[in-house]
């Protein structure tokens, strides 16, 4: 019986230290090969980027591990400017982000082989409207829309 191990990993910042140790080590597995090749894998991102690995460790000690594109909240905090969401989102305005953006960020996350579920990118685009909400991001129809930040 294999064991799946499920973690969210910084691009390019696996190390043989907790979290990763631990899990890794826990089911027997080579932690240092698979942090050199996480490393190798996820040096085009931004370093820091969440990325969401789940490895399938095997009675053997062999492993094998795909990695899911990053979360929808990174994407939009990372479009909107911001480090977080709203406190109390639905009351509170964080930022904004335009419907373009809703878009690209809806072709990245149809393009995650992993996430292909059939989904138009029209559902995709709901989907994350509704991320937008609770997190606190207001959606405006064009970048032309968003209000200007006061300095």
Request: glycine share 8%; aromatic share 8%; hydrophobic share 35%.
């Amino acid at each position: 019986m294999a064991k799946i191990i499920r973690m969210r990993i910084p691009a390019g910042q696996a190390k043989p230290a907790p979290p990763v140790g631990t899990q890794l080590g826990g089911a027997g597995l080579n932690i240092m090969g698979f942090c050199k090749d996480f490393n190798a894998k996820t040096q085009d991102y931004v370093d820091g980027t969440p990325i969401p690995v789940v490895i399938t460790a095997y009675k053997d000690r062999t492993f094998e591990y795909y990695m899911k594109s990053p979360p929808v909240t990174y994407f939009l905090l990372k479009a909107a400017g911001l480090e977080k969401g709203a406190n109390s989102p639905g009351h509170e305005v964080a930022g904004y982000l335009s419907l373009k953006h809703i878009y690209e960020i809806a072709k990245v996350k149809q393009a995650d082989p992993h996430l292909k579920r059939h989904l138009s990118v029209q559902s995709w685009v709901s989907q994350i409207i509704a991320s937008c909400k609770s997190v606190g991001i207001e959606v405006v129809p064009r970048p032309e829309d968003i209000p200007k930040k006061k300095k």
